[in-house]
């Protein structure tokens, strides 16, 4: 018995397993084929509540409601990933139900992490500004179908050359919805209103996470968490940073979801003057 499918195992007849690529606390990942094509095989499979048996079958051990709510999130995750056609983002090909539980069939992105690229290469600030519009174009777009990420962070982003990608739409919610049925939370990239499921969820959610993922980019590490900030608001900068670039910062860095920009358009607005 294993909590990761094994190498061959074929799944709804034409998706074959080659290797296990990452596993999380809700899903496993893996990387796979499809005839010829390489892909990537999404699969949940929430550790904590599931054993996997011996014919893959994926059975609750408890808290069966929270496996539930789990699934019900995969699978919104793929009908935004479907309803969303964009070249900086992770395109998916198929889902379906199996071994009494749901997966995602998604192109293989190529590259490395964005976390990986900032930490071992040195950009000028012009150069990180030039990246950050891009994934501000990138998630706009998201924005004006509909959806609110809710996990954008340096580890969710593929670049390669001048391509990038957005990853991970599993904390994605429709913008109608306003708030999530669990919370799952990034330190240093998650605002104050994720910390719970009673909260508003907005535009201006994604926004922090974009402005600390900026300030990653500046300097190779994450903010401060949002909950040791209530208590020690000031965020550190360098002396030399570009005055906008850390006025954009501590604006989209604020605690209260009112007090940040309320809309990406604003802040490239001010990096493109």
Known sequence: MTDHLLKGTVLKGKYT??????NSDFSNIY??????????????????????????EVFTIKHKENFDLIKKSFITEARILENIKHANIVKIYDKFRCNNTYYIVMEICRGSTLKHFILNNELT????KSLFLKI???????????YIHRDIKPSNIVIKGKTLKILDFGSAIDKRSKNAEYVRVTSGYSPMEMYSLKSINDESTDIYSLCALLYF??????????????YYSELIFKDNTDPVLRQTIEKGLMIESRDRYQSIAEIEKILKN
């Open 31 to 56: 990387t796979g084929k499809a005839g010829n094509k390489d892909i990537i095989i999404k699969e949940c499979f929430p550790k904590s509540l599931v054993i996997r048996g011996s014919d893959n």
């Open 136 to 146: 501000l174009k990138a998630v706009k777009y998201i924005h004006k179908q509909g």
């Open 217 to 230: 980019m500046l300097y190779k590490q994450k903010p401060m968490d949002v909950l040791k900030r209530f």
């Open 125 to 128: 600030e012009e150069e990180i």
């Open 17 to 22: 397993v080659e290797s296990l690529m990452e």
